[in-house]
């Protein structure tokens, strides 16, 4: 009987959904391509606004996201405005913007 249930679990394992984690970079950069595409049908480039560094401690990469970097070309400002640019910090799956 015991094989049967190690046959049946590694069967039925597999077929067990798997949830994708959201990536808070990946959601930062298509909500500013959104926001151009949405501005007279602009030509979103993120140019090298993501830089990757430990700011944890804790031995793994983290991201920043210069919102400086971006460009749109129907908008010269639309990412930053009087008050500057954004910078955001993704530390897993969170996100600080400043």
Not at 64 to 93: H, K, N, P, Q, R
Request: aromatic share 8%.
């Amino acid at each position: 009987m015991t094989r049967f249930h190690s046959l049946l679990v590694f069967i039925l394992v597999p077929a067990l959904p798997v949830t994708a984690q959201a990536d808070p970079v990946a959601d930062i950069l298509s909500e500013a391509e959104a926001d151009c595409a949405g501005f007279e049908n602009g030509r979103f480039d993120a140019g090298n606004a993501v830089t990757e560094a430990d700011l944890d401690g804790d031995g793994m990469n983290d991201r920043l996201v210069d919102t400086a970097s971006f460009t749109c070309t129907s908008a010269a400002s639309l990412y930053c405005g009087s008050g500057g640019c954004s910078l955001i910090a993704v530390v897993g799956s969170e996100s600080w913007d400043f």
